[in-house]
């Protein structure tokens, strides 16, 4: 493939587009006003939901299919992907997600994350398998991974952690008061689950690291099984090779549902823009909705543009076609930044 002028890496707009989806509509914006210009459509995960999707988008593989527990032990089907170079990626989502269960099913005290134990085994025991990159967003359980240790001796394969997050395990930041309330949890429930989890007695050096917090507690957890835990945006740049796509690009447009604060923290957005810095690259940010104080966050971090698209689901590809659109347009007038 040639050098392309333009890089386009969204996260899923979530319960709208996938990735894959919105990057493909900004490339058939740029498409219809330059139709000369070189695009990549890399779309991308932080870790959470469409990690599975996003490699698989980029980097081809085979995806495999088995039961397991769900986060109230029924049987459900999970799927993890084995990329060409034995590398296999999955979501603890697939097995223990919030999305698994209705709204009236929601108890983070009987949520259990045994199907993800089960997922994990059944992957190592794969003879095509030889490390699992998995992505922990998105979970109903706080049970901080004890479900998954009852299942698992030891990881069967190395397993390096996918995180958005960098929550401690305990504390005002930890897995129970940020991420509880999110899966049921009351005031006093929060209270309760702090005090279980802190039972697990992990030494300070994991529970206070970063990311052991992660997917209620999952991330502490499988730091003292052996595992590692690494910013998940920063991982899935790295296997997807967007750095070496990005390197002589024009410009490179990025985005997600909603831009706030919170997309400088760990996330696509904030990741592709420093992964753009260095090399002065022009970085367009794109928004389903935009919070001005993210907008403002997100300039000061270097985005050239932050474009809110219309706002209304059903519109979401024509919005990003119209970027598209735009951005050709304005090619002639981008300039990488002095480095």
Request: glycine residues 12%.
């Amino acid at each position: 493939m040639r050098q392309p002028t333009v890089v386009i890496s969204p996260d899923s707009l979530k319960g709208c587009l996938p990735a894959a989806d919105a990057a493909a509509a900004v490339a058939r914006g740029v498409a219809a006003a330059r139709p000369d210009v070189e695009v990549a459509e890399l779309p991308l995960s932080d870790g959470g939901e469409g990690l599975v999707d996003v490699l698989r988008h980029v980097l081809g593989g085979d995806l495999r299919t088995v039961t397991v527990s769900d986060p109230l032990g029924r049987p459900t089907l999970a799927h993890y992907l084995v990329l060409p170079d034995g590398r296999a990626v999955t979501e603890s989502a697939q097995a223990i997600g919030l999305t698994l269960l209705s709204a009236a099913e929601l108890d983070p005290f009987a949520a259990s994350s045994r199907g993800l134990g089960e997922l994990i085994a059944q992957i190592g025991s794969d003879n095509d398998v030889h490390e699992l990159v998995l992505g922990v967003g998105g979970v109903a359980t706080v049970d901080g991974g004890v479900g998954m240790r009852d299942v698992l001796t030891k990881l069967p394969v190395p397993v390096r952690v996918a995180s958005d997050v960098r929550n401690p395990l305990l504390g005002k930041r930890g897995a129970a008061a940020v991420f509880g309330p999110q899966k049921g949890a009351s005031p006093s429930d929060v209270v309760a689950l702090e005090r279980r989890l802190a039972k697990l007695n992990h030494p300070v050096v994991i529970a206070d690291h970063p990311g052991a917090g992660a997917a209620g507690g999952i991330g502490a957890m499988l730091l003292a099984m052996g595992g590692t835990i690494e910013s998940g945006i920063e991982l899935v740049l790295s296997l997807t090779g967007w750095h070496d796509v990005a390197r002589t690009a024009t410009v490179a447009v990025t985005g997600e549902g909603t831009v706030d604060l919170s997309s400088t923290e760990g996330k696509v957005v904030c990741g592709v823009l420093d992964a753009a810095r260095p090399n002065g690259l022009p970085v367009v940010v794109f928004g389903g909705r935009v919070v001005p104080e993210g907008a403002a966050a997100l300039a000061e971090l270097g985005a050239r543009d932050v474009v809110s698209l219309s706002g209304h689901i059903a519109d979401a590809a024509d919005d990003l076609y119209a970027l598209g659109t735009t951005i050709a347009t304005r090619l002639d007038s981008w300039k990488r930044a002095a480095v």
